[in-house]
């Protein structure tokens, strides 16, 4: 049985075996209530905020414990804190590392989604933590995002379908997950003072639509609210966002918490939803002088605030510790297995992106005497860097490791760092000269370049581009990159370039001349053999871009039409909701490599598409057929566009998307069922969804400028 099969059969057996009974939300407050009556008000308040780095306050005398977080979007964080608990003093928290979360989201694969979560709530639940923080799901606007290897993709769609199954899979292990940062968090810079500002109409179709699903179909126990204020609320006290929005509309049942040190204002965070306040004691103050602190006890003795608002806050903090069976019969969990790590490779082998390919991939060892690896990429340790998504992992393979293990026994290897990483560093001319007298010498060059990390131990910024607190100041590669791989490809143009890093680079300097281009983003414990599988064609690749990559910084939409990152005070999203492809393709700009492209070793064909379209929405059919010579897997993405619509829309949307697996010569029809919001749109006019009849277009292709087969439907 193949590893990750192994690896669901672990989840599920053990599902199996320490399954629960069903209990009914009315069960559940009957006990959460009974508990909350025996409890003194200070009893409660201790519950609203942090009493260590990661805890919150549970009540001995009760038996109600302390809720443990623990930091992990991609692998459980290692112990760390101002104030370690001293039995964390020699724990083993070597996790798993997994592939960051861009690189899940470009495996466009749902069913890898759960078993990703799966692995990360097993983890968790093994290490004594009962939330996991992750997923982040904000939408990535900017290419220069630092945190966009965190979050997953551009498009509201592909989010929300990824991030339900990673919440299933976290909290089938009896763990919560915390789908973080609600709301538009998607910049660093300024990030705990700048005000977001953008219509009714953005905040429902692209902004909100992952939170939603991750709520009302993921069943989400716990969000975190984001530092940035909402039109002048800070989003951790926001009462629309939270209270309207979030525990309103969306009927939300478990617990708000803040980001560490998010909360600003007593009353406004009692009245407007928040009901966990998390930081460290790094800000200054004793844990019972947070401001859901003492400070509550005093209002509620004046009469300021009704007892009732607190009892509120610790109801929802008991539900999710009974969902979880924090009271008893939980699940056990595993940590750092091999059935794990097997799920980690897998991930990298469908999330890896093959970008460009002009005949010179899969290399053929038979083919090459000597192999030159350039770049130092290729074998920097990426698991620490990041900032609070760091990961001590057992092991992590880096694409040289990967490439000996798999080649190194037939093919003579070399390695040189080409650059080094410094940030400020000017072009190293000694260093280029270096790899380009190896790039002569060898048959084939793989170059391994892209973003950093940085480094750890709290100073995660320096030489990172790719972290927590820190935003890239543009497209451009660093440390001399350009002129590296100008040099190496005149050098010798049998070169594949590898970018490593959390979204796209100014690629123009060289990508014309460049015969192969991968973008590996992040690639986890396991990352550098799903590369080399790849470069040697083990693995065929089939991920797929979710996000646009453009040409220019200037092409971007937030910075070409709206603001990134704003004025310090306010930033003004006047691009609207024309995020990523829906602002290339309704311009008609030329992007770099669109969303949704991926390549293969194969190819595929598509046919005989059928719409069949009724009240409810309309179902997709259309056959995909393997033409190629290889096995391989192709992303069937299904676009709406609305022919004529009272507001301008964009020129399609991704409704609808399946990954197929086929055999050389394979074909298999598809379905995809397309509901009655997929074909609406927010009129922020008449302040509702609306759907109006007429004509739509459904576009069926492998990507967003890549449309293989159209049908013209009525949709009533």
Same mark, same amino acid.
């Given at each position: ?55 919150s ?23 760390h ?19 960051t ?13 759960y ?51 990673y ?9 919560s ?13 300024e ?82 939803? &928040?009901? !966990?306040?998390?930081?460290t004691? =790094?800000? $200054?103050? @004793?844990? +019972? ?7 509550? #006890? ?26 979880i ?36 991939l ?32 057992r092991?992590?393979? &880096?694409? !040289?490791?990967?490439?000996?293990? =798999?080649? $190194?026994? @037939?093919? +003579? ?7 080094? #990483? ?7 001319q ?28 709290y ?18 590669l ?28 100014d ?82 700009i030329?992007?770099?490599?669109a ?57 399609k ?6 990954k ?7 074909s ?49």
């Amino acid at each position: 049985m193949p590893a990750l099969l192994l690896a669901f059969a672990f989840i599920m057996d053990a599902g199996a075996a320490y399954s629960q009974p069903a209990q009914t939300d009315d069960t559940l407050y009957r006990q959460i209530n009974a508990r909350i009556k025996q409890m003194t008000l200070e009893e409660k308040v201790g519950m609203l905020h942090a009493n260590s780095s990661f805890t919150s306050g549970g009540i001995s005398r009760l038996g109600i414990p302390e809720l443990t977080m623990s930091d992990g979007p991609h692998g459980v964080r290692m112990e760390h804190g101002r104030d370690w608990r001293t039995d964390n003093d020699h724990v083993d928290d070597s996790a798993t590392y997994l592939p960051t979360g861009v690189c899940l989201a470009s495996t466009w694969n749902p069913a890898l989604g759960y078993a990703y979560g799966a692995v990360l709530g097993s983890e968790a639940n093994a290490r004594g933590k009962d939330v996991i923080l992750g997923p982040g799901i904000n939408i990535i606007r900017s290419p220069l995002n630092g945190r966009n290897f965190e979050y997953q993709s551009e498009d509201p769609y592909l989010v929300s379908r990824m991030a339900v199954g990673y919440i299933k899979g976290v909290q089938d292990q009896d763990v919560s997950a915390c789908v973080k940062h609600f709301l538009a968090n998607n910049q660093e810079t300024e990030r705990g003072r700048v005000n977001v500002i953008m219509s009714e109409r953005a905040l429902r179709e692209i902004y909100l639509p992952g939170f939603k699903a991750a709520v009302t179909e993921g069943g989400v126990y716990s969000v975190m609210g984001a530092y940035n204020k909402f039109r002048g609320e800070w989003c951790t006290e926001n009462r629309y966002l939270v209270n309207d929005i979030l525990k309103g509309e969306f009927k939300f049942k478990g617990l708000l918490m803040s980001d560490w040190g998010a909360v600003h204002n007593t009353q406004e965070a009692l009245w407007n939803g &928040t009901d !966990l306040e998390m930081g460290t004691d =790094l800000m $200054g103050r @004793a844990y +019972d002088k947070f401001f859901l602190g003492d400070t509550v #006890i005093s209002l509620v003795r004046k009469g300021m605030i009704d007892e009732k608002l607190v009892d509120e806050k610790v109801r929802r903090i008991l539900y999710v510790m009974y969902r979880i069976h924090k009271f008893g019969g939980r699940k056990p969990g595993a940590f750092s297995t091999k059935d794990h790590f097997a799920t980690a490779r897998k991930v990298a082998e469908e999330g890896i992106v093959l970008l460009k390919n002009d005949h010179l991939l899969p290399l053929k060892a038979s083919d090459i005497k000597k192999l030159a690896v350039i770049g130092a990429n290729a074998v920097r340790l990426q698991s620490e860097g990041g900032g609070s998504s760091q990961v001590r992992t057992r092991y992590e393979i &880096t694409l !040289l490791d990967g490439l000996k293990n =798999l080649a $190194g026994n @037939a093919v +003579d290897i070399s390695y040189s760092p080409g650059y080094a #990483i410094v940030k400020n560093a000017g072009i190293d001319q000694e260093l280029i000269d270096s790899a380009v007298a190896a790039a002569r010498r060898a048959d084939v060059v793989v170059f391994a370049g892209g973003w950093t990390h940085g480094y750890n131990n709290y100073s995660w910024t320096d030489n990172a581009f790719d972290a927590e607190g820190t935003d890239k100041p543009d497209m451009t590669l660093p440390f001399g990159q350009d002129q590296l791989i100008a040099a190496v490809l005149k050098a010798n143009p049998r070169t594949v370039v590898v970018m490593m890093g959390g979204g796209p680079v100014d690629m123009t300097a060289w990508v014309e001349k460049a015969p192969a281009v991968i973008q590996a983003w992040y690639p986890g414990s396991e990352g550098g053999n799903a590369l080399a599988e790849i470069l040697f064609g083990v693995v065929n690749p089939s991920g797929k871009l979710p996000m646009t990559f453009p040409r220019r910084l200037a092409e971007s939409p937030a910075h070409a039409l709206g603001q990134f990152p704003g004025d310090s005070v306010n930033v003004h999203y006047t691009d609207d909701i024309f995020v990523g492809y829906r602002y290339f393709d309704t311009w008609k700009i030329r992007p770099q490599f669109a969303f949704g492209h991926g390549l293969s070793y194969t190819t595929f064909g598509y046919s005989d598409m059928q719409v069949t379209a009724g009240k409810q929405g309309a179902t997709v059919g259309v056959t995909v057929s393997n033409t190629g010579r290889v096995a391989g897997a192709e992303v069937v993405q299904v676009y709406v566009k609305e022919n004529v619509s009272e507001l301008r829309r964009p020129e399609k949307e991704l409704k609808g998307f399946v990954k197929v697996f086929l055999r050389p010569g394979e074909s298999r029809k598809v379905t995809i069922s397309l509901n009655r919001q997929s074909f609406e749109y927010y009129n922020d006019l008449k302040n509702r969804w609306v759907l109006e009849p007429g004509a739509f277009t459904i576009l069926c292709g492998s990507a967003s400028d890549d449309i293989r087969i159209t049908k013209v439907v009525r949709i009533n």
